[in-house]
Every structure is written in structure tokens, then in C-alpha cells.
């Protein structure tokens, strides 16, 4: 199995921060991550995929960067409605897909 | 637009099957894609359960895999999940998805979600 592990697990950050979220795979998954964010009560929405691809009409202030093992998600200028918790999820191993602990992003 | 919905019963008891059948509309299943489900403890993060192809191949999550069947009728446009044995451990929002966006096994649309409580 490939284990994915996110940090931090809880961030506390202001409006117009730089956040940034990590993803580590516990195998080389080259460029196969997607990042989701999910709002309470609601399903995860698809922002990034191939680790760096942005969802169409994601905002541009999402980002994506990584290969192999290691990946960030950085929210360049952080908006009152990013408050959420961030998925990562591997598809290397379309047999068992896997996804990262979450991070919740709150208000600081 | 592609919507699904996932339907059936928010309440199951322990040691019986839980049966939830996810309804599309604006795409037809059998035009291809893959589709999937996945699972959500309450306060806890995401897990995969399954997916089907539009031919009725499937994929399982191996530690579900003896407990698990998911199927599509394409007829009705919709694709099912039976998880047979629940326990308490099973007690989660269960989302319907489709995957195969780009090629790649993500998930793109997903159902609204149904919370499903294994009671005893």
C-alpha cells in the first residue's frame, strides 16, 4: 500500500497569507497526486491534478509542486473562503487508491 | 452537467447489508468513464472503497474487498454498492463519484453524499 501523510494536520493562518500544506508518498508516485478541498457538510472539490495541473476554474492563487515522494499545495493569498480541510490523493495504484489525513486550514 | 445522488437507507443494523445506489444524470454511464466509492467516518478523513468501469469491471479497496460489491446498471443509469457484515466501524458519509478525468483515476463529480449509521 502507499501510504500518503500530510502536515500539518490543523494551520491557522490570516486573510492574504501564503499558506503552503505537504504531502509525502511512502513510495515514489511520480507526478500521479490530486488535491481536494472539502467544506463541512460537503464533498471534495478537485483543485489540482498531476500534482501541478490546476482543475478548470480553481483559482489561480492554488498551486501545486512536487514529484516522487514529496508534494505541496501553497494558497498564494489566502481568501475568507478557503477555509477548509485539503485532501491529498495518489492514483500511481489505480488497485488501491489512497489519500493523505487532511489539513484544515482555520482562521487565525 | 454531470450530477450524481446517492440514495438509500440512513440506518442499518449491525451484522446486515448496507445498500446504496448512486443515480446519474446528464451523462449516460455507458458511455464510458469510471466510476467510484468512497467513504467518510464521521470527523475523520476519506477512504476508497471501490470502482467500477462501464463494462462492469471493478476495483476494491483489499480491506473491504470480502465484504464489498459494486455493480452498474446501465440500463437505469446508476451504479450500486452493497457492504455485507456492517459493524460500527462502518458508520460514515458515503460519496458516489465519477473518475477518469484526464485519463486519470481522480475523482471529478461527486454525489452530495449520505450519511449511513450501523446501529446494533
Known amino acids: 500500500d502507499i501510504q500518503m501523510t500530510q502536515s500539518p494536520s490543523i494551520l491557522s493562518a490570516s486573510v492574504g497569507d501564503r499558506v503552503t500544506i505537504t504531502c509525502r508518498a511512502s513510495q515514489s508516485i511520480s507526478t500521479w497526486l490530486a488535491w481536494y478541498q472539502q467544506k463541512p457538510g460537503k464533498a471534495p472539490k478537485l483543485l489540482i491534478y498531476k500534482a501541478s495541473s490546476l482543475e478548470s476554474g480553481v483559482p489561480s492563487r492554488f498551486s501545486g509542486s512536487g514529484s516522487g515522494t514529496e508534494f505541496t499545495l501553497t494558497i498564494s493569498s489566502l481568501q475568507p473562503d478557503d477555509f477548509a480541510t485539503y485532501y491529498c490523493q495518489q492514483y500511481d495504484s489505480y488497485l488501491l487508491l489512497t489519500f493523505g489525513g487532511g489539513t484544515r486550514v482555520e482562521i487565525k | 452537467q454531470v450530477q450524481l445522488q446517492e440514495s438509500g437507507p440512513g440506518l442499518v443494523k449491525s451484522s446486515e447489508t448496507l445498500s446504496l445506489t448512486c443515480a446519474l444524470s446528464?451523462?449516460?454511464?455507458?458511455?464510458?468513464?469510471?466510476w467510484g466509492w468512497i467513504r467518510q467516518p464521521p470527523g475523520k478523513g476519506l477512504e476508497w472503497i471501490g470502482t467500477v468501469y462501464h463494462t462492469g469491471d471493478t476495483y476494491y479497496n483489499p480491506s473491504l474487498k470480502s465484504r464489498i460489491t459494486i455493480s452498474v446498471d446501465t440500463s437505469k443509469n446508476q451504479f450500486s454498492l452493497k457492504l455485507t457484515s456492517v459493524t460500527a466501524a462502518d458508520t460514515a458519509t458515503y460519496y458516489c463519484?465519477?473518475?477518469?478525468?484526464?485519463?486519470?483515476?481522480?475523482?471529478?463529480?461527486w454525489g452530495q453524499g449520505i450519511l449511513v449509521t450501523v446501529s446494533s
Open positions: 446528464g451523462y449516460s454511464i455507458s458511455s464510458g468513464y469510471y
Open positions: 463519484a465519477r473518475l477518469g478525468a484526464y485519463g486519470f483515476h481522480i475523482f471529478d463529480y
